[in-house]
């Protein structure tokens, strides 16, 4: 069974022959093919080489597109600083939408149109061409409130919640608009899967989120769906406030970060998604022994059950131990045989 069979089984609760092993690497795969970063979040062919080799050489069950999260805002226009060996940021003392009436002029960038969203669409194509049918290719769009923030700032954002709730939401409609065409150009040039990033929802109370956030995801993600491609949701953060609701996204994967325990996650979210395992990529991952990862991945599956994939809570370190990537993989494959899981 290959890494693209392997994960779609996983997802679907059909037998596997072992774990699925999707570890999120950015800047761990920059250093391992030796580029500068600002060439691995710039130019996809450097992307794809460097998410190729790390699946090539640790059996990793997927390739991904995740750089940053600036592509969309930078290709609306936002000021964005890019720096030699670290990720792109959102220059927020210039936010795009500083002067809340730019929304009202602001147009839907084209994601063919040669910016930073074309350039990952251009990675999804090389993929394709390269392990398509093979490993899994993961591409990615930013959640409603993620990407608002991106645009708006965010601190003035979660100002906006209280100052003026109908502007949060004509912006909302904006970037829902502006995921939706992303992600059906990444869809159409190959993509397996669609990751949503939402890391800001982790910031907002349970009220905010399930009256402004959770609506917009939902919307995002039955968009998604109705491309054909199953949904992976990651928000960094302590989640556990509003897991009940994550659950009736619907998503196939949901990324649990460390702050949550597995089985709180599995409690609320019901046995339907695959839950990735929830390793701090510092504390166990970086600095743990191979030893300790199998003892924390073992504690991982018991409470997450067998609808359950090998990775951690968040990105692998850039600095990152060999061995202890190794011995995540280890462990997915020496799992052997899993069965149905829902």
């Given at each position: 069974m290959n890494g693209h069979d392997r994960v779609l089984s996983m997802i679907d609760g059909r037998?596997?022959?072992s774990l699925p092993f999707m570890p999120f690497t950015m800047m761990f795969a920059g250093d391992y093919l030796g580029k500068p970063y600002l060439e691995y979040a710039t130019d996809?062919?450097?992307l794809v080489a460097g998410q190729l080799k790390v699946a090539e050489d640790f059996d990793v069950d997927l390739v991904s597109t995740t750089t940053d999260p600036a592509a969309e805002a930078a290709d609306c226009g936002a000021q964005i600083a890019y720096f030699a060996d670290q990720p792109p940021a959102i220059d927020e003392s210039h936010a795009l939408l500083a002067d809340k009436t730019t929304l009202e002029r602001l147009e839907f960038p084209d994601p063919l149109g040669g910016g930073r969203m074309h350039n990952l669409v251009k990675a999804v194509a090389l993929y394709r061409d390269q392990v398509g049918g093979d490993k899994l290719i993961e591409a990615w769009t930013e959640g409603p409130i993620a990407e608002a923030a991106d645009l708006r700032g965010i601190n003035q954002l979660m100002l906006d919640f209280y100052d003026d709730p109908s502007f949060?939401?004509?912006?909302f409609e904006f970037v829902l608009e502006l995921e939706l065409r992303f992600a059906r150009a990444?869809?159409?040039a190959g993509a397996d899967l669609m990751a949503v990033?939402?890391?800001a929802a982790s910031l907002v109370g349970p009220q905010i989120y399930?009256?402004?956030v959770w609506p917009y995801e939902k919307r995002l993600i039955d968009g998604l769906h109705g491309m054909g491609v199953p949904v992976r949701l990651h928000i960094c953060g302590n989640i556990k406030a509003i897991l009940p609701e994550i659950g009736a996204l619907e998503c196939q994967i949901v990324d649990i970060d460390s702050m949550v325990s597995m089985a709180d996650a599995r409690a609320a979210v019901g046995s339907a998604p695959a839950l990735i395992a929830n390793l701090d990529p510092v504390r166990q991952v970086r600095n743990g022994t191979p030893e300790s990862i199998k003892t924390q991945l073992d504690n991982c599956r018991r409470e997450a059950g067998e609808h359950f994939i090998v990775g951690a809570g968040c990105e692998i370190v850039r600095d990152t131990p060999v061995a202890n990537?190794?011995?995540?993989?280890a462990y997915a494959r020496a799992a052997g045989p899993t069965a149905a899981s829902i």
């Open positions: 037998p596997t022959d996809f062919r450097v949060v939401r004509d912006l990444e869809v159409a990033g939402d890391a399930r009256e402004f990537l190794r011995a995540m993989l």
